[in-house]
T-cell receptor, first 112, second 113 residues
Framework: GENVEQHPSTLSVQEGDSAVIKCTYSDSASNYFPWYKQELGKRPQLIID?????GEKKDQRIAVTLNKTAKHFSLHITETQPEDSAVYFCAPRDQAGTALIFGKGTTLSVSS | DAGVIQSPRHEVTEMGQEVTLRCKPISGHNSLFWYRQTMMRGLELLIY????????DSGMPEDRFSAKMPNASFSTLKIQPSEPRDSAVYFC???????????FGPGTRLLVL
């Protein structure tokens, strides 16, 4: 089965700084790479995803980059704001019919 | 669109009691997932269904846990008997099988005393 690891487990930044979270996975058949954000007491919500035929995707202040050879993908948040404080999960998947397997999460704290 | 609906939102019960959690997926979604979230173990996949059929239940922790999906619009997760270590937030999620985006319900916070 898929083995998913996230680093770092916690990340503290000042407002306006950039944050990068890395996710490594074991299954070379993985072809879908989403990132979820979970605020305290809320449900996980998809914030950005990428498919294996694309190396990078951006959506305003967030971006995801993929390195299939090295089997890792990263979440990049620029110009961080206090409302970016949350737990972020990566959840790579190998095919459309299977379930997402979540990493342990990264707690991001943005201080103003 | 009402999103994924879960009930109850909160449940407090005593050890040994039966607990039933309910989920209504988004209309038209044919894949349904049950996850459990704790501080120690993170977000764990318990079981998932495609077209109402259980596909993988390897994440179900023990025989005390069982899940059913009698039709496309309803699923239950039952714990019998419950134990304090079952205390967690249980999430249901759904998606269209051929699409990637998976949507979570608000979760059920279970506390077993």
């Amino acid at each position: 089965g898929e083995n998913v690891e996230q680093h770092p487990s916690t990340l503290s930044v000042q407002e306006g700084d950039s944050a990068v979270i890395k996710c490594t996975y074991s299954d070379s058949a993985s072809n879908y790479f989403p990132w979820y954000k979970q605020e305290l007491g809320k449900r996980p919500q998809l914030i950005i995803d990428i498919r294996s035929n694309v190396g990078e995707k951006k959506d305003q202040r967030i971006a995801v980059t993929l390195n299939k050879t090295a089997k890792h993908f990263s979440l990049h948040i620029t110009e961080t704001q206090p409302e970016d404080s949350a737990v972020y999960f990566c959840a790579p998947r190998d095919q459309a019919g299977t379930a997402l397997i979540f990493g342990k999460g990264t707690t991001l704290s943005v201080s103003s | 669109d009402a999103g994924v609906i879960q009930s109850p939102r909160h449940e407090v019960t005593e050890m040994g009691q039966e607990v039933t959690l309910r989920c209504k997926p988004i209309s038209g979604h044919n894949s349904l997932f049950w996850y459990r979230q704790t501080m120690m173990r993170g977000l764990e996949l318990l079981i998932y269904f495609n077209n109402n059929v259980p596909i993988d239940d390897s994440g179900m922790p023990e025989d005390r846990f069982s899940a059913k999906m009698p039709n496309a619009s309803f699923s239950t997760l039952k714990i019998q008997p419950s134990e304090p270590r079952d205390s967690a937030v249980y999430f249901c999620a759904s998606r269209v099988t051929e699409q990637e985006t998976q949507y979570f319900g608000p979760g059920t916070r279970l506390l077993v005393l």
